[in-house]
């Protein structure tokens, strides 16, 4: 009789357990577990923080920290409205004109995309330092000498901003371009016969609609600037990302790292919470499901002159002309690197590319069917919570699962070092962490654009909700997997600090072997492992771009 009276109390643990079980249930428990392991290492970094003592903290913010918010906030302003601005006229140039050549250039302004911006800090230092072809040239040309003219300085915040912007802009053109791609033809016409001229439908109608495609690029290229650490370094921008690096491994005081870590990720709270507000209640949708081809006209030849223009500019600094360096500083490089290193290291970072993108194209995969199924809400606040890795800097990532590591064998006595700590195992769950939004992102649109009737359908059958997803969801989201996949799969090849903190004893990469090389100033030798990661991703690149073209409801370009 005691257990009944208990199973009916309302303060009991039971009671509360079977009233939230059906809200939840298996799919949406699997998702909230999986979330928070992946956030588990980043609220590790929120516990190290507060260990910081009041006094350390005070000295901190009487020195150094204001030149690293007044870095960081340089560098995002110059980023934002440059992949912004870049971004979006690209997009509508090549989506919504007629050209030749119009389908060459959509997806060689994808190329840059393959391209890091610390091997792009490399090139641009080759090429425009004193000894450089560009100052040679005009001192050859002109016959000037040190002195007689002025030159810019790259290596400064405006420098840095640039070379970021140059990599980063993909994010925004790739959104905006699919954004555009599914609109309807209808409501551009309908604001035509308004009176609203070509760029007032672009102005008013068009952009409104691809907001939500804007601020996703352009929040994925701010977040890839708050997490750089190679180029600012290289640059030598005290930025958060390097203060927090100089402040562990420098200094020794991980506390004081975490801390600075935490404002960093505060800081991209803020930063949403801002968006999300500036919004308020307004809302884009398309008022008709109809759609056929956009409309394009042809332009002129002086207008087909601009177009060519405006595209290539960002492609030429962005990709055309460090690579071009990249070819000619290979032949000057040393002999250091031997046939057997070079295999080695493509073939480790072949292989952690493409375990880390069958495993983060997974784990999101499972989330976001999880999310889908869970009543409770808490499936989707984890998710949130473990999309902050993204902005989250692979410095502050590895030191978060080393953190985690040492807290559970305090703990619980468990050996984890043995599995996560400097091991492939540790450099996919850093990789995991950090790369989980870029997955999440395609995944999450590809299942909105499924209809909830299909899966109700597939119920009503019998089916399971993993039987649902295996046999109703996996065919219709394969474009978004091998998307997700694809753009994980470059980052990876890419990332530089968490490969290099959690790798295992004499396990490199072409990224390290890159970084390694040109931090002691061998930038010939470091062009051949850089030009290889760039060679990676452009197979990537090509596909993304295709999958873009294809990606018009009613519609195959």
Request: proline residues 5%; charged residues 15%.
């Amino acid at each position: 009789m005691a257990m009944a009276t208990d199973a009916k109390s309302p303060g009991s643990p039971s009671f509360s357990l079977r009233r939230l079980w059906p809200r939840i249930g298996l799919t949406g428990l699997s998702a909230l577990v999986l979330a928070l392991l992946i956030a588990l290492p980043i609220l590790a970094v929120f516990v190290q923080s507060a260990g910081v003592s009041t006094e350390l903290w005070g000295h901190m913010a009487r020195t150094v920290l204001p030149g690293y918010v007044l870095n960081t906030l340089i560098l995002l302003g110059i980023v934002g409205a440059v992949t912004l601005v870049t971004g979006v006229a690209c997009a509508w140039t090549v989506t919504m004109h007629d050209f030749r050549g119009r389908g060459i250039l959509q997806w060689v302004l994808l190329l840059p995309l393959a391209m890091p911006a610390y091997v792009l800090a490399y090139t641009y230092t080759d090429f425009l330092q004193f000894a450089g072809p560009l100052q040679s040239f005009l001192r050859a040309t002109f016959g000037w000498r040190r002195g007689d003219y002025w030159f810019p300085e790259i290596h400064t915040a405006w420098g840095a901003g640039l070379v970021l912007s140059s990599v980063l802009y993909p994010y925004v053109y790739v959104l905006t371009r699919a954004a555009f791609l599914e609109q309807s033809v209808c409501v551009l016409e309908a604001s035509r016969t308004l009176g609203c001229s070509a760029f007032g439908a672009f102005r008013r109608v068009a952009l409104p609609l691809a907001r939500p495609a804007l601020v996703t690029g352009v929040g994925y290229a701010l977040m890839e600037t708050l997490a750089d650490f190679g180029a600012v370094r290289y640059f030598g921008i005290d930025t958060f990302t390097v203060g927090i690096y100089r402040t562990w491994f420098a200094l020794g005081d991980p506390a004081a790292a975490a801390q600075l870590a935490a404002v960093l990720l505060l800081v991209v709270l803020a930063l949403v919470g801002l968006e999300r507000l500036s919004r308020g209640r307004m809302r884009f949708h398309q008022t008709t499901g109809r759609y056929r081809a956009l409309p394009a006209p042809r332009l002129s030849a002086r207008g087909t002159v601009l177009a060519w223009i405006v595209c290539l500019t960002p492609v030429l600094f962005g990709f055309l002309l460090p690579g071009a360096v990249l070819v000619r500083m290979i032949p000057r490089g040393g002999t250091e690197l031997t046939l057997a290193r070079f295999t080695d290291l493509t073939v480790n970072t072949f292989i952690l590319g493409a375990s880390g993108a069958l495993l983060v194209v997974v784990v999101a995969l499972m989330v976001i069917h999880g999310v889908r199924h869970d009543r409770s809400g808490f499936a989707a606040g984890a998710a949130r919570l473990a999309s902050l890795g993204y902005a989250t800097p692979g410095t502050v990532i590895a030191v978060g699962i080393l953190i985690t590591v040492g807290l559970t064998r305090d703990w619980t006595g468990w050996p984890m070092g043995a599995i996560l700590g400097t091991t492939i195992a540790g450099i996919l769950y850093g990789y995991l962490i950090r790369f989980f939004v870029v997955a999440y992102g395609p995944l999450e649109s590809g299942f909105a654009k499924i209809g909830p009737n299909l899966e109700g359908a597939a119920r009503s059958l019998g089916h399971t909700p993993l039987q649902v997803l295996r046999r109703v969801h996996l065919p219709l989201l394969r474009p978004s997997l091998l998307s997700a996949a694809m753009l994980v799969f470059v980052d990876i090849t890419k990332e530089l600090p968490a490969t290099m903190i959690l790798r295992p004893f004499n396990f490199d990469t072409l990224a390290i072997e890159a970084f390694r090389m040109a931090s002691t100033e061998r930038l010939d030798d470091a062009a051949l492992p850089a030009l290889v990661i760039v060679l990676v991703g452009l197979a990537p690149v090509i596909y993304l771009s295709r999958t873009i073209a294809a990606s018009r409801p009613g519609h195959n370009r």
